[in-house]
Nanobody, 122 residues
Framework: QVHFEASGGGLVQPGGSLRLSCAASAYASIGWFRQAPGKGHTGVSCISSGDAMIYYADSVKGRSTISRDFTDNLTYLQLNDLRPDDTAVYYC???????????????????WGQGTQVTVSS
C-alpha cells in the first residue's frame, strides 16, 4: 500500500489562495481528494501519468490548477478564490483518471495517508 503525505494547508480568508504539495512520484497518476466535516472523500483534481488526462471537480474548476515538479518529485494543487465550503482535509493518493470526467483512488482499500487541513473562514 502506497500512502503519500500532503502538506501546505492552513487557515485562509475567503478569496485567498493556498498551494498544497504532495510528496509522491511526479511520474505517477496522482489525485487530490478531500473530506469535509461529516462527509466522505471526494475527488478534487487528478492528473494521469504523462499528464495526458486532467480532472477537476466542478466545485473547483476554474479556481484550481494541478501541476508537477519533476525535479523534486512533487505534485501540487493550487487553490484560488477559496470559499468556506472548500474547508476540508485534503489528501493525495495514487489515482485512476477517467479523462476529464472522473477520477478515483487507485486502491480504495489502501486507506489514506497524512492529509492537510484547509480551513476557509473570516
Amino acid at each position: 500500500q502506497v500512502h503519500f503525505e500532503a502538506s501546505g494547508g492552513g487557515l485562509v480568508q475567503p478569496g485567498g489562495s493556498l498551494r498544497l504539495s504532495c510528496a509522491a512520484s511526479a511520474y505517477a497518476s496522482i489525485g487530490w481528494f478531500r473530506q469535509a466535516p461529516g462527509k466522505g472523500h471526494t475527488g478534487v483534481s487528478c492528473i494521469s501519468s504523462g499528464d495526458a488526462m486532467i480532472y477537476y471537480a466542478d466545485s473547483v474548476k476554474g479556481r484550481s490548477t494541478i501541476s508537477r515538479d519533476f525535479t523534486d518529485n512533487l505534485t501540487y494543487l493550487q487553490l484560488n478564490d477559496l470559499r468556506p465550503d472548500d474547508t476540508a482535509v485534503y489528501y493525495c493518493a495514487p489515482a485512476t483518471v477517467f479523462g476529464s470526467q472522473y477520477c478515483e483512488p487507485s486502491d480504495a482499500s489502501a486507506g489514506w495517508g497524512q492529509g492537510t487541513q484547509v480551513t476557509v473562514s473570516s
